[in-house]
């Protein structure tokens, strides 16, 4: 049997079984999805991929109405390695961007920030390539930060607004409590919480994973822009590249312990004692000597 013909079916048989549960529609529980790594193509670079008024071509419907995976993929690069077979969904949007977890990530040696979809702005760049083409993204990586799509009468009921950032219990094999998760209101919308891949790991979850809102925050407390991890797992976290530029003549220990960024960067005129060097190592700190 045809792989999209199975899809359908699995699709359709769950939409039963999740029509034919009242208890899902009545208490608080809301189903989860793991998006595994994926990319929303603007249709000039459908085009530079895939060549001229390509078409994405439609493989299964994803939960969110409207929303499809395609049977394109691409292939994602960054400097320290890429990631074959990246599956693109459409429809295609304004704007390019790619969607990894922070393993991915830390594969592709790249840093990119924690950011609710759609929220590019300074992202990291990612290059993109293709059967006919490949495009460099100078933005377009980030992280998708968890959050639950729902509608409005959903929000009614579960009084939380659009926006808002609430902690979430997610009930898998490894509990686990996810703080910062934002809602977002649409009557477009299906309700079902979304996280990456990392984040599923860390709990052990697996699709159709039920989470309850445990605590919801003031609208007023939610920063939607910061960039902190959701969840620490177990996996190293790419550093923060954080740079001090040191300006003064001479750069002793003392100087490096107060220095809370990774980096720090000298002019080649700076004389760096020896105790410096030592504790620049201790603290696993880089020294970058400017030449200029
Ligand atoms: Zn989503």
Same mark, same amino acid.
Do not use: C
């Given at each position: 049997?045809?792989?999209?013909?199975?899809?359908?079916?699995?699709?359709?048989?769950?939409?039963?079984?999740?029509?034919?549960?009242?208890?899902?529609?009545?208490?608080?529980?809301?189903?989860?999805?793991?998006?595994?790594?994926?990319?929303?193509?603007?249709?000039? /670079? &459908?085009?530079?991929?895939?060549?001229?008024?390509?078409?994405?071509?439609?493989?299964?419907?994803?939960?969110?109405?409207?929303?499809?995976? %395609?049977?394109?993929?691409?292939?994602?690069?960054?400097?320290?390695?890429?990631?074959?077979?990246?599956?693109?969904? #459409?429809?295609?949007?304004?704007?390019?961007?790619?969607?990894?977890?922070?393993?991915?990530?830390?594969?592709? #040696?790249?840093? +990119?920030?924690?950011?609710?979809?759609?929220?590019?702005? #300074?992202?990291?760049?990612?290059?993109?390539?293709?059967?006919?083409?490949?495009?460099?993204?100078?933005?377009?990586?980030?992280?998708?930060?968890?959050?639950?799509?729902?509608?409005?009468?959903?929000?009614?009921?579960?009084?939380?607004?659009?926006?808002?950032?609430?902690? &979430?219990?997610?009930?898998?094999?490894? +509990?686990?409590?996810?703080?910062?998760?934002?809602?977002? =209101?649409?009557?477009?919308?299906?309700?079902?919480?979304?996280?990456?891949?990392?984040?599923?790991?860390?709990?052990?979850? $697996?699709?159709?994973?039920?989470?309850?809102?445990?605590?919801?925050?003031?609208?007023?407390?939610?920063? &939607?822009?910061? %960039?902190?991890? =959701?969840?620490?797992?177990?996996?190293?976290?790419?550093?923060?590249?954080?740079?001090?530029?040191?300006? $003064?003549?001479?750069?002793?220990?003392?100087?490096?312990?107060?220095?809370?960024?990774?980096?720090?960067?000298?002019? $080649?005129?700076?004389?760096?004692?020896?105790?410096?060097?030592?504790?620049?190592? /201790?603290?696993? $700190?880089?020294?970058?000597?400017?030449?200029?």
């Amino acid at each position: 049997m045809q792989e999209n013909l199975v899809q359908k079916i699995v699709e359709e048989v769950l939409q039963q079984v999740l029509k034919n549960q009242p208890s899902l529609q009545h208490d608080n529980k809301i189903p989860v999805g793991v998006s595994a790594r994926h990319v929303h193509l603007a249709q000039s /670079e &459908v085009e530079q991929l895939f060549g001229e008024n390509y078409q994405l071509t439609p493989k299964f419907e994803l939960s969110q109405p409207g929303q499809f995976a %395609a049977e394109e993929t691409v292939v994602i690069a960054g400097p320290k390695g890429s990631i074959e077979r990246v599956r693109i969904l #459409g429809p295609a949007r304004s704007l390019s961007q790619v969607e990894v977890s922070f393993t991915d990530a830390i594969k592709l #040696g790249l840093t +990119p920030p924690l950011r609710i979809s759609g929220d590019v702005k #300074g992202s990291s760049p990612i290059t993109l390539i293709g059967p006919k083409g490949s495009v460099v993204l100078k933005e377009g990586l980030i992280v998708a930060k968890a959050h639950i799509h729902m509608t409005p009468a959903d929000s009614a009921r579960l009084q939380v607004e659009d926006g808002q950032s609430v902690q &979430v219990k997610l009930a898998g094999i490894r +509990p686990i409590i996810l703080s910062d998760v934002i809602i977002r =209101v649409s009557d477009r919308y299906r309700l079902e919480m979304h996280i990456d891949t990392d984040e599923a790991n860390a709990g052990l979850i $697996k699709q159709g994973t039920l989470a309850e809102i445990v605590q919801a925050q003031s609208i007023e407390q939610t920063s &939607v822009q910061t %960039a902190q991890p =959701v969840v620490q797992t177990a996996t190293q976290l790419p550093e923060q590249k954080s740079v001090y530029h040191y300006t $003064k003549k001479l750069l002793s220990q003392v100087q490096v312990a107060a220095i809370t960024e990774q980096e720090i960067v000298v002019s $080649k005129k700076t004389i760096v004692t020896a105790l410096a060097y030592d504790k620049i190592r /201790e603290l696993n $700190k880089t020294l970058t000597i400017n030449k200029e």
